[in-house]
Nanobody, 124 residues
Framework: QVQLVESGGGLVQAGGSLRLSCAAS????????MAWFRQAPGKEREFVAT????????VYADSVKGRFTISRDNAKSTVYLQMNSLKPEDTAVYYC?????????????????WGQGTQVTVSS
């Protein structure tokens, strides 16, 4: 069993930055591919970014490429999402998710575990 707890959300002006963190319980964090998803009001949950077991492979949604950076610290069992140049359309609840094994996680349905989400609001 893995528990994921997100933090770092908040209210920021357009053009600003936030860093989200997702702390995982358990000793097998390095066995899980990690990802961030988001869901805006009235919209489907969508993929944001994913990172491989060692952190060597990264994939981003086109909408955040060049602005967001996903990273992980296996010693701290934590995955991060650095968000720069934020736009109002980035407003959403952001979820951390984990999938056991090496396959990059880009589909919410493939998640084995997920957190409760953290709200990010970008004002114009």
């Amino acid at each position: 069993q893995v528990q994921l707890v997100e933090s770092g959300g908040g209210l920021v002006q357009a053009g600003g930055s936030l860093r989200l963190s997702c702390a995982a319980s358990g000793r097998t964090f390095s066995s899980y591919t990690m990802a961030w998803f988001r869901q805006a009001p009235g919209k489907e949950r969508e993929f944001v970014a994913t990172i491989s077991l060692s952190g060597g492979s990264l994939v981003y949604a086109d909408s955040v490429k060049g602005r967001f950076t996903i990273s992980r610290d296996n010693a701290k069992s934590t995955v991060y999402l650095q968000m720069n140049s934020l736009k109002p359309e980035d407003t959403a609840v952001y979820y951390c998710a984990a999938s056991r094994g090496p396959v990059l996680l880009t589909l919410w349905a493939s998640s084995d575990y997920w957190g409760q989400g953290t709200q990010v609001t970008v004002s114009s």
